[in-house]
């Protein structure tokens, strides 16, 4: 938390810093998506990560798990390259979500827009979670077989979770 805030004076990774109002919106939040990320994923990619959340909870949660902070802003991806040095279990790659390669276990994100997870998700893994308001969580489950987990604290806040349809 404090390197955020240090970081956030010179840039602008969140406007949500005072530390009651982070430990909800940034903490509380990422951490209610990594219960309802499988327990079998090994390898999960936060889209468009910014101050790292939902990933660097759902690393601290997910400790078997390798996580992949993916931001595309040179300048984000240094923060999150500092803070990385805090957890052995994250990666960060500079670069935008369509040009990540390879093959992931869960997609997750939030405050990105949704088709941009969902397209991730589609080419590279099986599970996708994405935290935003309930009622763009009810509107994007009623155009694919996804499920809208609202969150207890907040009844406008929902997650966005399912499984990546295959072809055959």
């Known amino acids: 938390?404090?390197?955020?805030?240090?970081?956030?004076e010179r840039l602008n990774l969140t406007s949500?810093?005072?530390?009651?109002?982070?430990?909800?919106?940034h903490y509380a939040e990422s951490l209610f998506l990594a219960s309802l990320v499988p327990s079998s994923a090994r390898k999960v990619a936060d889209v468009g990560s910014g101050a790292g959340f939902p990933g660097f909870p759902l690393a601290v949660a997910l400790s078997e798990a390798e996580v992949l902070l993916v931001e595309s802003d040179q300048r984000k991806a240094a923060f999150l390259r500092e803070a990385s040095d805090l957890s052995s279990n994250v990666r960060v790659r500079c670069l935008r979500a369509q040009s990540l390669k390879g093959r992931l276990d869960a997609v997750v994100g939030r405050a990105v827009r949704p088709a941009e997870i969902?397209?991730?998700?589609?080419?590279?893994?099986?599970?996708?979670?994405?935290?935003?308001s309930?009622?763009?969580a009810e509107q994007l489950a009623e155009s694919?077989?996804?499920?809208?987990?609202?969150?207890?604290?907040?009844?406008?806040?929902?997650?966005?979770?399912?499984v990546v349809p295959r072809g055959t």
């Open 118 to 132: 969902l397209d991730t998700a589609q080419r590279t893994a099986n599970w996708f979670g994405i935290l935003l």
């Open 134 to 136: 309930r009622r763009d």
């Open 1 to 8: 938390y404090e390197l955020m805030r240090l970081w956030n």
């Open 16 to 25: 949500v810093i005072e530390l009651e109002s982070a430990a909800v919106r």
């Open 144 to 162: 694919r077989s996804a499920e809208v987990k609202p969150l207890p604290w907040d009844e406008q806040a929902a997650a966005l979770i399912g």
